[in-house]
């Protein structure tokens, strides 16, 4: 899954590098979701913040005036509501983001050529020498529609033919 922190501060990178892969994307809601996401951390914060001060103003409150404490507590609670509504709201939001972010597919790294079909891939290595027969694939494949042997011929080879493992030991044992 990609990291969404990179995905929100390098968006346009990773759509153009998603766009590489082929394949069609729609990542418009994506990104209002992050914009959304982004701005309810903030009032979040925001908030945890405020109540951060309210609560050391309660402590200064209850030292001086006792009395005015219930009206600085109400102002606390108002407080705290909002933010258990935000939290809400937020983990929805993250839900949402998660579930369109395990959608996405892996970034391609940059240094893989861009390519729709295989005519345009580049081989960069290989490695032994290619298998060369003297035989066609077609042929190969005519003379095993015309064999009676279906073990010896994959291609004609069906399920109750091919055989089973069977036992602890896994023994084979043709059908």
């Known amino acids: 899954m990609l990291d969404l922190k990179y995905v929100a501060q390098n968006f346009d990178e990773v759509q153009r590098r998603l766009a590489t ?13 992050l914009a ?25 409150v209850a030292k001086q005036d006792p009395r005015a404490l ?12 909002q933010i258990k509504e935000q939290e809400k709201k937020r983990d929805a939001l993250e839900e949402q983001v998660q579930a369109l972010a395990l959608t996405l597919p892996n970034l391609p790294d940059p240094s ?7 005519e345009e891939n580049v081989v960069v290595r290989t490695w032994g020498e290619a298998p060369r027969s003297s035989t066609s694939r077609s042929e190969r494949s005519s003379a ?14 069906s399920s109750s033919t ?9 023994r084979w044992s043709p059908s």
């Open 70 to 81: 219930e009206s600085v507590r109400g102002e606390l609670r108002a407080l705290s509501e």
């Open 112 to 118: 893989v050529p861009v390519g729709a079909s295989a």
């Open 36 to 60: 959304e996401r982004s701005a309810l951390i903030v009032s979040l914060e925001a908030l945890q913040a405020k109540r951060n001060t309210a609560n050391e103003e309660m402590k200064r």
């Open 162 to 170: 091919a055989g089973t493992w069977r036992g602890w030991s896994a």
């Open 21 to 33: 892969r082929g394949g069609n994307l729609e990542l418009a809601g994506f990104r209002a979701l």
């Open 144 to 157: 095993c529609s015309t064999s009676s042997a279906p073990r010896r011929c994959p291609e004609a080879a």
